[in-house]
């Protein structure tokens, strides 16, 4: 069942999800598919008005699926706002502060640094607006990135990362989609690849339901496909071992494999790769994704990455409480969740460095937000180590 979050204005974006079956994800996308409009455009082009971009002289364009219209007015995302900040060299702090408190001193802000440069680029990722054919009326700025921004669309990344899955010949299941205004999350399991880890989980129990470690000590092998359309990070694939006992996630961020989002400088107006372009980009992900793929999901990868963990995750705690404050302040946890991985901590039953990381991944299933959840998930491996050598 998907959970839809961060609503927008109605008619102009399609809304995010929350651990949503694949189905649900690929027609959110496919929707977000019709109504992106990616411009290279001058900062002569653009200004702020009422604290939202107007787009203004662009030429419209005529495609296969009709005239493009591109000036009108489009409402920013905070992601688009924290490219403002950036390519205009304004404080985000600032920004924020203008928006909130004062909206005509950001229009005043943004367009007096805007003139600076006229000649400079940028791309300008939007949604548009459905007031009609041609004519799109208030759309949303989702992203200003530099112009040299490689376009890799997330359900084109889907696609291809899924037939690199399948070419990979490894069974799996995705078990939940996450979107976001800044990155896409698929979570692939096989549980033919599993094994018992027996030290790591002993004296474990679920904080969700109390199932014992002891009883179900299997981690199965898996990992997360990430990618970020307005500028966010690159496409991921990170592995991912899963604690079958609670669904706990431990993602290996040292082993991540990344494609970066970089490439030439383009024409200005609306942006299209060639057909030829797009498809050397996808075979080249689906390539990779199958490498990746055969090596995460291999016995010997899942065992040696327990065994790196099991030696920590059997340190005995001798003040819980004390550790789980030094390692979220060595982490910057904030204290709202710094109090959700101590319950969980209590609730888990292990009182070791091990109870710490399985804290920690147990409180980020919780979390609304998906991208706090895979910061937090991030650092599971990271806490493991800090509590280990606290004691």
């Avoid at 496409?235 to 082993?255: E, F, H, M, S, W």
């Avoid at 291999?298 to 819980?320: I, N, R």
């Amino acid at each position: 069942m998907t959970q839809q979050f961060a609503e927008r204005a109605t008619n102009v974006a399609p809304t995010g999800a929350r651990n949503s079956d694949l189905s649900d994800l690929v027609s959110i996308l496919e929707d977000g598919q019709r109504r992106k409009l990616d411009v290279i455009a001058p900062a002569s082009a653009l200004r702020m008005h009422e604290g939202n971009v107007r787009v203004e002289g662009v030429e419209a364009q005529l495609s296969a699926r009709g005239v493009t219209a591109v000036d009108g007015i489009y409402r920013p995302t905070a992601v688009a706002d924290e490219g403002i900040s950036d390519k205009l060299r304004i404080p985000l702090a600032y920004l924020r502060r203008m928006r909130a408190e004062n909206v005509p001193l950001l229009d005043e802000n943004v367009n007096a640094w805007l003139r600076e440069g006229p000649d400079r680029r940028f791309m300008l990722r939007a949604f548009r607006g459905e007031d009609g054919p041609g004519t799109p009326g208030e759309g949303v700025a989702r992203a200003l990135l530099s112009d040299s921004y490689k376009l890799m669309d997330n359900l084109d990344m889907l696609l291809a990362a899924l037939d690199g899955v399948e070419q990979s010949g490894h069974p799996t299941r995705i078990t939940g989609c996450d979107l976001t205004d800044r990155r896409m999350y698929v979570r692939v399991e096989s549980e033919a690849v599993a094994i018992q880890a027996r030290n790591l989980l002993r004296g474990y129990r679920s904080p969700f339901d109390g199932r014992s470690g002891d009883e179900l000590p299997m981690i199965s092998a898996g990992f997360v496909i990430t990618n970020s359309e307005v500028g966010a990070g690159a496409y991921t694939i990170t592995p991912r071992a899963v604690i079958q006992v609670c669904r706990n996630g431990l993602t290996q961020t040292k082993d991540v494999m990344r494609a970066v989002h970089l490439g030439g400088k383009q024409d200005e107006g609306v942006v299209s790769w060639s057909g030829e372009t797009q498809r050397k980009t996808l075979e080249l992900i689906t390539s990779k994704t199958t490498d990746a793929v055969r090596t995460f999901l291999s016995q010997e990868y899942v065992e040696a990455k327990v065994y790196e963990m099991e030696a920590a995750a059997g340190k005995t705690l001798d003040e819980p409480t004390k550790t789980i404050e030094h390692v979220t302040k060595s982490l910057s946890i904030g204290t709202e969740t710094k109090d959700r991985i101590l319950s969980h901590f209590i609730r888990g039953g292990q009182m070791t460095a091990g109870g710490v990381m399985q804290a920690v991944t147990s409180t980020a299933q919780t979390l609304t937000d998906a991208d706090q959840a895979a910061a937090l998930e991030a650092l599971a491996v990271p806490a493991l180590t800090a509590a280990a050598a606290h004691g």
